[in-house]
């Protein structure tokens, strides 16, 4: 896991600007820069599950962006051997949300409908 503290935190809209600036000035597409961001985040949580600090990983997802960010990051995860299962908060998702869906339903990653029971998230 690494230590070192980000050089400067964004507020939403910052990180919003951002990304629209990278997508409509940069041409990056919105479901790379989803893989990027999940990408960083998945190394961090598999770095802590093999260090023995979880024994498995659940991603809540919601309707936006960061619902595609958690379903990207189970499926790098499960492709790397880490037990996850998503779960899906809404049944309303935006079209990068259920590409991601889709992408994770299609590698066998265990998406649920609603949040966790207390068995589940235990």
Known sequence: MSEAAPAELWT??????????TMDERGVPSLLLMERAALCVS????ALVRGGAAAS???LVGPGNNGGDGLAVSRQLHGWGVPVAAWRVTERHNAAVQEQ???ARGVGVAVHE???G?????
């Open 114 to 116: 609603g949040p966790p």
């Open 12 to 21: 939403a809209a910052t990180s919003a600007a951002s990304d629209r600036y």
């Open 43 to 46: 190394h961090e949580v598999a």
């Open 57 to 59: 990983v659940g991603v």
């Open 118 to 122: 207390d068995a589940e998230a235990g």
């Open 101 to 103: 869906l889709a992408l």
